[in-house]
């Protein structure tokens, strides 16, 4: 009898170790994964000596791109290769990496800007973040030659401190080509010189068929681009955009314009619903922003110093002080074949239905 209770005691006193066993084993898992979640949500840039990449980066066999280490290791992988996007890519383990700074810029300034091609394939690059000093700012700082293709970043914070060029794609684009790409979030200057939701600068390079509906804040600030000196073509913007000479689609414009349009919203300082300060020629475009501001504003453009030929606003224009234009706020320029739509309400000196103030030419325009 004695020996069948010391057995039942034993066999009860096993069965409760394996029950505090089992518990205890429960509660470390739990706390792994805990601390598991905690790591992922700090991650770390990637160590660019473990990334690989499908490919050889030649024409017929680009390098494989289907995550953000491998993004980010374009710099080290080689900036004058060939790169294919395989996937879309999230990028929001950005905004923690290099403490707080973000995403290292694609391509340096000089002679270490991105020279290959990068074919996005229409996925996107979602939530990345960039928050730096620096000359150039944008998923790509500095591109000097090559093709940028089908590219989208989605919901991208983008924050340049005192740069020359903040892009939601490009910074500083030299000779570069941007074709059939796309921009959503917000791209700041802190007080710098060109920032644009697709390109900050554009030096001789060629955007064409591309289109944003981001935030875009700064100087020489565009919905599309920043400051325009090559050819942007068959594109949109629909962002917002604030700033100093700011425009709907481009900031400053001293190349060409043409075949495009605008359809956001602007306030700032020499302001026009598709250009702010135009010096190079602009055709066949429009604008149907309507603008409240304070002066220098334009339905079409802030200040004209170039040519504007075929072109129109349908937005309203309303400013308190100034000069303002239903197409034109002040115009040293050449205007022909375009037309204003728009209301034009404002207590300025300088205001007119077609331009605001006329030192050019003026022709078969009403």
Not at 162 to 170: A, C, E, K, Q, T
Not at 214 to 221: E, K, P, T, W
Not at 299 to 317: H, K, R, Y
Request: glycine content about 18%; charged content about 15%.
């Amino acid at each position: 009898m004695a020996s069948n209770i010391s057995e039942r005691r034993y066999t009860v006193l096993r069965m409760t170790r394996k029950r505090i066993f089992a518990l205890t084993v429960a509660v470390v898992g739990i706390l792994f994964l805990m601390t598991g979640v905690g790591t992922v949500a700090a991650q770390s840039a990637p160590d660019c000596s473990n990334v690989t990449y499908p490919g050889d980066g030649t024409e017929t066999n680009p390098y494989e791109v289907g995550n953000v280490d491998q993004l980010q290791c374009i710099n080290e992988q080689g900036l004058d290769a060939n790169y294919i996007v395989i996937s879309d890519i999230d990028a929001s383990e950005t905004s923690s990496w290099n403490g707080g700074n973000g995403f290292d810029p694609i391509g340096q300034p000089g002679l270490l800007g991105f020279t290959g091609s990068f074919d996005g394939q229409g996925y996107n690059i979602t939530d990345l973040t960039i928050n730096r000093n620096g000359i150039y700012i944008g998923l790509f700082g500095s591109f000097l030659r090559g093709n940028i293709t089908d590219v989208g970043v989605v919901d991208a914070d983008i924050t340049g401190s005192s740069p020359s060029s903040v892009g939601g794609i490009v910074g500083f684009n030299h000779r570069g080509t941007v074709i059939d790409s796309h921009m959503s979030g917000s791209v700041t200057g802190d007080s710098p010189v060109n920032v644009g939701g697709i390109v900050g600068e554009n030096r001789q390079g060629t955007i064409i068929n591309s289109h944003t509906s981001g935030i875009v804040n700064g100087s020489n600030a565009g919905s599309l681009v920043g400051s325009n000196g090559g050819t942007v073509r068959d594109s949109y913007a629909a962002g917002s955009v604030n700033g100093e000479t700011v425009g709907g689609l481009v900031g400053s414009n001293d190349g060409t314009v043409r075949d495009s349009y605008a359809a956001g919203s602007v306030n700032g300082e020499t302001v026009g619903g598709l250009v702010g300060s135009n010096f190079g020629t602009i055709s066949k475009s429009y604008a149907t922003i309507s603008i409240e501001d304070n002066g220098g504003v334009g339905g079409l453009v802030g200040f004209n110093g170039g040519t504007v030929i075929e072109s129109d606003a349908t937005g309203s224009v309303d400013s308190s002080d100034g000069t303002a234009g239903g197409l034109v706020g002040s115009n040293s320029g050449t205007v022909r074949d375009s037309y204003a739509a728009g209301s034009v309400n404002a207590s300025g000196l300088h205001t007119g239905g077609l331009s605001g103030s006329n030192n050019g030419e003026i022709n078969a325009s009403y």
